[in-house]
Structure formats: structure tokens, C-alpha cells
């Protein structure tokens, strides 16, 4: 059972705001798209770092969701030409 006390230090705290984040990447993308003129030299490095890394990863998920319906559209076509004749 976990408590308030171990979800708490699970989180990151941004010192801006005061908004928790689950994951450190997060809290350093939420830093430098909402508070980027509080960011230091090594903080604008780490927010771009993650930002090219979450950008390779949204576009690898649009790759693969295009390949899924593109394959359910000719897969549910298929069938109603099998069915339907």
C-alpha cells in the first residue's frame, strides 16, 4: 500500500509553479515550454534533448498508426469484396 508520503517523493516538483510531474522528463519539458526564461545554459540543453526525443517518438507513433489503418482499410475492403460477391 503506497501513501501519500511515497507517491509525493515519487513526483517532480517544478520550482516555478509548483506543478508535480511523474517523470523528470517531463518536469524538464513542462520547464522549458512553460518557464523557458528561467532556464539555465545546461536546463535549455536537457529541454531540447527531450524535446528531439519526444518529437522522434510522436513521429514513430504517427508511422505506426498510419500503417495500422491503412492495413484495417484494405483488410475490412477485402472482406466485403470476399462477402459481398
Known amino acids: 500500500m ?3 508520503t511515497d507517491a509525493t517523493r515519487d ?3 517544478c520550482t516555478a509553479c509548483g506543478e508535480a510531474y511523474p517523470t523528470e522528463r517531463l518536469l524538464v519539458l513542462h520547464r522549458g515550454a512553460r518557464h523557458p ?3 539555465d545554459a545546461e536546463e535549455v540543453e536537457a529541454y531540447r ?3 528531439y526525443e519526444e518529437d522522434a517518438e510522436l513521429k514513430s507513433f504517427r508511422i505506426r498508426a498510419l500503417g495500422v489503418i491503412v492495413l484495417l482499410y484494405f483488410g475490412f475492403l477485402m472482406l466485403f469484396i ?3 460477391s
Request: no cysteine; hydrophobic share 40%.
Open 82 to 84: 470476399v462477402f459481398a
Open 49 to 51: 534533448e527531450a524535446y
Open 11 to 13: 513526483r517532480h516538483t
Open 37 to 39: 526564461d528561467a532556464l
Open 2 to 4: 503506497t501513501t501519500d
